[in-house]
Each structure stands twice: as structure tokens, then as C-alpha cells.
């Protein structure tokens, strides 16, 4: 790795959904953040190969103002010059978990209620690290995760 950090190269992945979920934890307005101004402040001088945004979209037939507020930031990101990785957002039935009854209906609209699990967002973040780590693509890489999935990548990064 170059010693001087104007020679160095640095690459961003933010892990969208987990990021903001610990901003909130954190207690951090969220409301205003520009990913690439992010990362321009925390590069210290070395050359940005990519600031890269992971998450999923929301589905458009379930959440349609929620979409329409994705769409919106998707649209911000690009124009300041983020890349936008995009997972699959999948629905799953909750059981019980005392009798295992599967689904759970709500008592009162006996609709079933359901969550939302991202997937493959993590595995994304991991081959990225990996094949640009491969390639020689980076020197310093900066990760917006706590994702402990993500810990066999990162040690293969480092070593």
C-alpha cells in the first residue's frame, strides 16, 4: 500500500438499511446525509474509487409511499455520483414462537402478519470487498456495516 495517502485508493460500501438503523440507534438525524460527501470527509486526500450504496427496494404493490420516497433517494445517490447495489426485499410469515402455528393471524382483520427481510444485500457487500480486493482495487476500505456476516470478507481483506 502506498505510504502517502494522496497515492492511496479507497473504497465506501454502506450497508443502507443497517447504517441508518444504527444512525437511529445513535440518535443521529439521518434526514440529510450525502454518502459521497461522507465519504469525500472521511477520505483524508486519497483518491475515491467508488462510494457504493447497498440496499432493497421496497415493494412498489405493498408500500407505494415508501417506494416513492426510495425511488427519490435512489435518484439523489446517483446524481451525487453513488453506486447503488440492489438486494431483494422478501416477505415471510411470522409463526408463533411458543406453538409454532405458522402464520400468525391478526385477531381482529384475520390478515396474516408478515416481515420483511432483506436478501443478498450482505452477500453483495462481501463479493465486492473480495473481487476488488482481488483485483487490487482499493487501499484503504471504509465500511458503513455492523453486519457480522461480513467478517469473513473483512478478513480476507485484511490478511
Known amino acids: 500500500m502506498p505510504s502517502n495517502t494522496a497515492t492511496q485508493k479507497a473504497l465506501f460500501l454502506f450497508d443502507g438499511p443497517n447504517f441508518y438503523k444504527n444512525l437511529k440507534n445513535g440518535k443521529i438525524n439521518k ?3 450525502n454518502f459521497r460527501n461522507l465519504a469525500e470527509n472521511l477520505s ?3 483518491t475515491i474509487v467508488d462510494v457504493v450504496f447497498f440496499t432493497s427496494p421496497v415493494d412498489q404493490s405493498t408500500d407505494a409511499v415508501n417506494y416513492k420516497n426510495q425511488q ?3 435518484a439523489v445517490l446517483a446524481k451525487s455520483g453513488v453506486t447503488l447495489r440492489k438486494g431483494n426485499l422478501v ?3 411470522v409463526s408463533c414462537k411458543n406453538c ?3 402464520p400468525i393471524i391478526c385477531k381482529i382483520c384475520d390478515t396474516p402478519l408478515v416481515v420483511k427481510e432483506e436478501k ?3 452477500v453483495q457487500m462481501a463479493m465486492t470487498m473480495v473481487t476488488c480486493c482481488m483485483k487490487n482495487e482499493f487501499d484503504v ?3 458503513g456495516s455492523c453486519d457480522s456476516d461480513l467478517v ?3 478478513n480476507f481483506v485484511r490478511d
Open 152 to 154: 469473513p470478507a473483512i
Open 72 to 74: 427519490k433517494f435512489f
Open 141 to 143: 476500505l471504509y465500511l
Open 100 to 102: 409454532h402455528t405458522d
Open 31 to 33: 434526514g440529510h446525509l
Open 120 to 122: 443478498s444485500v450482505d
Open 91 to 93: 416477505t415471510r410469515r
Open 44 to 46: 483524508m486526500g486519497r
